[in-house]
């Protein structure tokens, strides 16, 4: 089967974690992965058409559709698939106390009518493509499990808290200034902070921070030289609700045992106290994070516990299995 993506770069992490990394472990299940970026122009289109024609299925990552590029793919001949691990239907922020576009929700609704079937990146996800009854499969973002782990080393010193992500997202962990800072009072530590941004120290009022800049070699390592992984987000939020808990899956990657807010996904793939833990609270944050500092045992058992899940539910096989078994039912002639 061929497979042709029409996808952003690969400096866009979405993209590269969903679509152009799949491509070797797609190949595995006889599913030729060729990744194209979105046609800008209409000599552009034309080419791509021509690409699109030898192709068995063509997926679209995350992009919505305006009303001129629907029509474009509308007269694309093959079986249309859409992936997403975004609720691109909502607004990131409260606007005029609602997450509710109607601008997002037309576009998502056209998206609907445009194709064949739909990959989500978790249960919220896919829910809200339910009711258009395309062949809908839910995958999580796979993540690489050929990592540093941090039980290969000898504990540090001084612990450290782990937050990876894109600066665009340093509001999430600005939200946890207050109990950072009174887990500061209780006991040593250092906040790594592995961002394409800084966080200023005094946003956060005192906190120790270590800002380390992101890179797509150095992410994974420097993962493994923390203790413990952190992934907050707003609780009562939709927003939230459609997040992947990509952060998760790299600190479990690693072995580091992890602390998260009690929502979404998160809530998915974290069980309390088994693999990881999940709190609610500013009260809930500090104490959860003191006690993985100061039992390393616990840190040990839960970093464990949660590597053995991304091995069995997470992995880039694992994804790609699911990938190649949906997308096989589609052309069931070939």
């Not at 590269?16 to 194209?36: F, K, N, S």
């Not at 062949?135 to 001084?158: F, G, H, I, M």
């Not at 807010?261 to 959860?288: K, P, R, Y």
């Amino acid at each position: 089967m061929k497979l042709c993506a029409i996808a952003k770069g690969v400096d866009i992490p979405s993209s590269r974690i969903r679509v152009h990394q799949m491509a070797p472990y797609l190949g595995r299940h006889g599913i030729e992965l060729v990744v194209h970026p979105f046609p800008q122009s209409f000599a552009e289109r034309r080419r791509l058409q021509a690409e699109l024609a030898q192709a068995d299925v063509v997926l679209v990552h995350k992009e919505l559709p305006t009303f001129f590029k629907s029509l474009w793919l509308r007269r694309i001949r093959k079986p249309l698939v859409f992936d997403f691990d975004d609720a691109v239907f909502l607004r990131k922020r409260l606007r005029k106390g609602t997450y509710f576009s109607h601008h997002r929700m037309r576009r998502f609704k056209r998206m609907l009518s445009i194709y064949d079937a739909v990959i989500a990146g978790n249960e919220f996800l896919g829910d809200a493509c339910r009711a258009s009854g395309l062949p809908l499969l839910v995958a999580p973002s796979p993540v690489p499990t050929d990592v540093p782990r941090a039980s290969e080393r000898a504990p540090n010193a001084v612990p450290r808290i782990a937050w990876v992500g894109l600066g665009t997202n340093l509001t999430y962990l600005r939200q946890l200034a207050a109990p950072l800072r009174e887990l500061a009072q209780r006991i040593d530590y250092r906040l790594v902070v592995i961002s394409n941004a800084e966080l200023d120290p005094e946003s956060m009022g005192g906190v120790p921070i270590e800002n380390v800049a992101w890179s797509l070699a150095g992410q994974e390592r420097e993962l493994a030289k923390c203790d413990v992984g952190i992934m907050p987000l707003e609780l009562d939020s939709p927003w939230s609700k459609g997040k992947c808990a990509y952060k998760l899956l790299q600190y479990m990657a690693a072995g580091l045992p992890v602390v998260a807010t009690n929502v979404g996904m998160n809530a998915q793939v974290v069980a309390h106290d088994e693999s990881g833990l999940l709190v609610e609270t500013d009260a809930d944050w500090t104490a959860a994070l003191e006690r993985l500092l100061r039992d390393r045992a616990l840190g040990l058992r839960l970093g464990s516990a949660g590597r053995a899940r991304i091995e069995r539910d997470f992995s880039y096989e694992t994804i790609a299995a699911s990938w190649a078994g949906f997308l096989h039912e589609l052309t069931p002639t070939r």
